[in-house]
């Protein structure tokens, strides 16, 4: 794992508040029949977008129901869980401004990235209502407003178009024309899974990259952190 000026992560342990060093945490890898249910969602995702409504109740309750302890669980603030994000986000070569993190969950990723890029404003967006706010928690008031949570589904997000500099996801299924939608022309995408291939909200490498093709993407990296793998993209400067 390269250790990069800004790999904050590695220079402190992620917290309970955004401003708190990162503690690891044991937790509870995921079953094998939550990774194949992850995994199935994730190619419906990437395969037959149109058919996210029909599941999209079932996954929003499951999460709400799992919100309270994710963190715990998860060890979704620990260096492991994050590993791969903090990796990918040191080939992006410009400082972002404003940043989009997708599937935010409790916002531990969404806190790592507002650490990592103190000058950007962070937004973090969750179809989960619990999760929201579990992450809300974690930022308490932010007089500057630098970090924000809301709902919202990432395939029809509630955020203008070019709107971002980079957009993220940790462990989420991808919805390729929204990210394509609200990414600036030049701007970066990360995709990481925690996991790697064992993360149930996964999509192979070779899909990523031929569906972020078509809609004006381009791979600029791609590479591994601990268990996770993560990839990098580019929306083409001249892309609409
Ligand atoms: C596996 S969790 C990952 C959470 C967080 N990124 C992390 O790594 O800890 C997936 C998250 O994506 C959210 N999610 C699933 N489908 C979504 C959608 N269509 N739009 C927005 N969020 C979604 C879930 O509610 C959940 O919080």
Not at 66 to 88: I, P
Not at 191 to 208: C, D, K, N, Q, V
Request: glycine share 8%.
């Amino acid at each position: 794992m390269p250790v990069g000026a800004r790999a904050t992560l590695f220079r402190a342990p992620v917290a309970r508040s955004w401003h708190d060093p990162v503690v690891a945490e044991p937790h509870t890898p995921p079953n094998r029949r939550v990774i194949l249910a992850g995994k199935t969602i994730s190619a419906i995702v990437a395969h037959a977008p149109w058919a996210w409504p029909l599941i999209r109740r079932p996954v929003t309750r499951f999460f709400d129901s799992a919100a309270q302890g994710w963190d715990s669980r998860t060890g979704s603030a620990s260096s492991e869980r994050l590993a791969a994000l903090a990796s990918a986000v040191l080939e992006v070569d410009r400082s972002p401004e404003r940043i989009l993190d997708i599937g935010c969950g409790t916002g531990s990723a969404t806190v790592f990235l507002a650490r990592e890029f103190p000058r950007a404003r962070i937004r973090g967006v969750d179809i989960s209502p619990a999760m929201i706010h579990e992450a809300r928690k974690k930022v308490g008031l932010d007089p500057e407003a630098r970090i924000a949570f809301r709902e919202g589904d990432a395939s029809q997000l509630p955020f203008p178009d070019a709107g971002f500099d980079l957009v993220t996801q940790n462990n989420m299924p991808v919805f390729f024309s929204e990210i394509s939608r609200v990414l600036r022309p030049g701007g970066y995408v990360v995709i990481a899974s925690s996991l790697g291939r064992r993360t149930p909200f996964s999509t192979p490498e070779s899909l990523i990259r031929r569906k972020l093709r078509r809609h004006g993407i381009v791979t600029t990296g791609t590479g591994g952190a601990g268990a996770g793998t993560w990839l990098v993209g580019r929306k083409e400067p001249q892309a609409r």
